[in-house]
């Protein structure tokens, strides 16, 4: 660094109240690292923000000496963009305040703050909206991208729940967006990911959730995944919106409900999650039971957000990811043999495929309603790939990328923005199908010089 380089971060450090983190900083290894450890840069400097006051002065910053900006929430996206090389890391993940309003049923949402604090906040007073089902992940990125949970099929996707956000643009103008107020903007953030400006506070509607709810695992093993999937298939078509089961197929976790010789076997995991009535949930998964002979099930009443933690000891931040992701209207014979050929050669232990169900409120929109538009899309399917070391990078992307390839003709053609990796640049218009041209042209009146390009890029028109 220069000497003029270092009294520059000086004066931004008189003007911020948050902490300027440059690489000299005894904190700076631990500050610019991120969920996915395949990604390894460091930015010039680092802003660490207490408001959004800090926001705007790291931006103005920024823009005035040429640097490239990143943005972190929790730094949980798999492609990387939180953090940058040479440029500055506006980091937002020290801004994590949650106020709930129980009254009116609206939460008022920081953008550090994770999906445990936003949760662990709302339902004190009974509420909750859907939002993902890792509580490490960021509440900020994963509503600028859709945003899906076990609550989506009855509530919908989480910008679907969004009422306003306060926004600084590249300008440094700072908006408020709603549906009334700036509308254009706020039909873009709603999927439109970091493009459009930095978001320094969401609003959500909320809903009466738990506080206890019906959840669990049920394991089978993957030789009857056959007979588990297509019963799946016909199960989830007439299933209730309150219930919500995921597939996952990978090798068994150490689960204590487990035989020991299953611990390390391929298997077929149900996840279910009920938000209404025990009782009446208990009634409706008991034909899950006979879908196979299950090696077996963990199945119980148990608080809300104890089960949005349930799978964050798989999760943990410090690993190796690389995924590929489709969406499906339909699950066909198809895809559910290629699930199950590469869930029998997994090349690694941490390696996974899921299908998340989002049929139900999220499909009663049209595809314009928000950026986001993949509105008939019932599963999402993720081949997470994930390992500790990077003698094990090429047969696991090898790996994920040719399950991509081999279920890619019977997937519906929409992909997830925030599933997708940083090598899948040319897959972004078609992610966004229809609603791309319209995105643009907002990003130009918006975001003219791309200001905000290291986010699944959308290019001014
Ligand atoms: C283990 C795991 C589980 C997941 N499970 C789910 C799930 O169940 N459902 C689901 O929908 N998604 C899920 N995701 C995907 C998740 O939604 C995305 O990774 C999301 O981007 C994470 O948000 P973040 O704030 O943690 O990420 P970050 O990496 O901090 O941010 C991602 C990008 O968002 C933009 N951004 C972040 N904050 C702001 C802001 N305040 N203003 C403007 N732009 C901003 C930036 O472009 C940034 O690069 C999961 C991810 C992981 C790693």
Redesign the pocket.
Known sequence: MTTQFIEKIDSLKSKVRGKTVPPDHPSYDEVRK???AMIDRRPAVIVQCADAGDVREALTFARENGLEI?????????????VCDGGMMID??TMKNVRVDAEKRRAYVE?GA?LRDFDEAAQVHGLATP????S???????T??????WLTRKYGM?IDNLVAVDVITANGENLRVSENENADLFWAIRGG??NF????LFEFRLHPVGPDILAGLIVFPLKQAKQVLTSYREFVKTAPEELNVWVVLRQAPPLPFLPEDVHGKEVVVLPIFYAGDPAQGQKLIEPLRSFGEAHGEHIGVQPYVQWQQAFDPL?TPGAR?YWKSHNFTELSDGVLDSMIEFAGKLPTPQCEIFI?LIAGAANRLPADATAYGHRDAKFVLNVHGRWDTATDDEKGVAWAREFFKTSAPYASGGA?I??MTEDEGDRIAAAYGANYERLAQIKKKYDPENV?H??QNIKAK
């Not at 939002?131 to 890792?134: C, F």
């Not at 490490?136 to 994963?142: C, R, W």
């Not at 600028?144 to 949970?149: A, C, I, Q, S, Y």
């Open positions: 991120i969920w996915n990143s943005i972190r929430g929790a730094g949980h996206n798999i492609a990387g963009n939180a937002l993940s953008p994770t939002v993902g089902i890792n490490t992940t960021g509440i900020a990125g994963l600028l991208g859709g945003g899906f949970g989480t990911g970091g400006g930095i978001v320094t999760l990811n998340g997830y925030n599933f905000f290291l986010n």
